[in-house]
T-cell receptor, first 112, second 116 residues
Framework: GQQLNQSPQSMFIQEGEDVSMNCTSS?????WLWYKQEPGEGPVLLIA?????ELTSNGRLTAQFGITRKDSFLNISASIPSDVGIYFC????????????FGAGTILRVKS | DSGVTQTPKHLITATGQRVTLRCSPR?????VYWYQQSLDQGLQFLIQ???????AKGNILERFSAQQFPDLHSELNLSSLELGDSALYFC???????????????FGEGSWLTVV
């Protein structure tokens, strides 16, 4: 089946540092989404990307839909303690309707 | 609060038993999705319903079934439970069944199932 390779698996950074994580796939996706999950909660959508090359920001978060449609990255600038959580990339394939294929997640810990 | 409501939040049951997880989608959303999250498999798509009809099927076991009712709420039935079925089960909803701007998928808080 379709697989998304998400890296890094985890990060432990100093408050104020910038963070970068990415997802790659051998499949071409029509949509890339980035979610954040905190303990005891469901995934919450951070950014949605619908066009190849699209660069979208949401506050301190910036994400891009790769030109090849096979990758995406998420950057978090000036990290703060509440950024802690698990970040998931997810892709959608047109031929599979609206089904989301998720990456394994990046665990982010912030040291204050 | 995503607007997707799931019950129960936690459930402990014995092997061989059957449980039903319930989901109310966001107001106005016609599509409901079920996902399973476990430590070893991550987030896996199980099944999708749109306006009462099954729309897409993922890695759903034959022991599991789901349905969407006329009022658009959905139930996921898990039977002959095994220890490996212990996981967090998420329901999600969206307005339509296709992709694209405006058809964002929103997740509920999940139902924790522990099989002992």
């Amino acid at each position: 089946g379709q697989q998304l390779n998400q890296s890094p698996q985890s990060m432990f950074i100093q408050e104020g540092e910038d963070v970068s994580m990415n997802c790659t796939s051998s499949s071409i996706f029509n949509t890339w989404l980035w979610y954040k999950q905190e303990p005891g909660e469901g995934p919450v959508l951070l950014i949605a990307l619908y066009k190849a090359g699209e660069l979208t920001s949401n506050g301190r978060l910036t994400a891009q839909f790769g030109i090849t449609r096979k990758d995406s990255f998420l950057n978090i600038s000036a990290s703060i303690p509440s950024d802690v959580g698990i970040y998931f990339c997810a892709g959608q394939l047109r031929e599979y309707g609206n089904k989301l294929v998720f990456g394994a997640g990046t665990i982010l810990r912030v040291k204050s | 609060d995503s607007g997707v409501t799931q019950t129960p939040k936690h459930l402990i049951t014995a092997t061989g038993q059957r449980v039903t997880l319930r989901c109310s989608p966001r107001s106005g959303d016609l599509s409901v999705y079920w996902y399973q999250q476990s430590l070893d498999q991550g987030l896996q798509f199980l099944i999708q319903y749109y306006n009462g009809e099954e729309r897409a099927k993922g890695n759903i076991l034959e022991r599991f079934s789901a349905q969407q009712f006329p009022d658009l709420h959905s139930e996921l039935n898990l039977s002959s439970l095994e220890l490996g079925d212990s996981a967090l089960y998420f329901c999600a909803s969206s307005v339509a069944h296709g992709q694209g701007t405006g058809n964002t998928i929103y997740f509920g808080e999940g139902s924790w199932l522990t099989v002992v």
